[in-house]
């Protein structure tokens, strides 16, 4: 079992940047993928990016591609999501997932969450 906590989120002024870290518990946190998601009010959860077990595969939403970049530090059991750039279109809580086999963008396929972090980008 995963345990997940997301950190990092707040109040960021447009063209602004911020870093999410996930952190994980347990000595499987390698063997997982790690998906990135957000949720604005009245919408669904929507996938923002991935990144393989090892770091060398990612994948981006196209919504984020280019600005968002996800890393991982497998010693420190914690995954990255760096935000440069930010719009008010990007408010919403952050959550990281854990997931055993890379490639999935649904919410549904992912196995473990986090509990979120609000980011609010002013305009």
């Known amino acids: 079992q995963v345990q997940l906590e997301e950190s990092g989120g707040g109040l960021v002024q447009a063209g602004g940047s911020l870093r999410l870290s996930c952190a994980a518990s347990g000595r499987t946190f390698s063997s997982y993928a790690m998906g990135w998601f957000r949720q604005a009010p009245g919408k669904e959860r929507e996938f923002v990016g991935r990144i393989n077990w090892n770091g060398a595969l990612t994948y981006y939403a196209d919504s984020v591609k280019g600005r968002f970049t996800i890393s991982r530090d497998n010693a420190k059991n914690t995954v990255y999501l760096q935000m440069n750039s930010l719009k008010p279109e990007d408010t919403a809580v952050y959550y990281c997932?854990?997931?055993?086999?890379?490639?999935?963008?649904?919410?549904?396929?992912?196995?473990?969450w986090g509990q979120g972090t609000q980011v609010t980008v002013s305009s």
């Open positions: 997932a854990a997931v055993r086999t890379y490639g999935s963008l649904s919410p549904r396929s992912y196995d473990y």
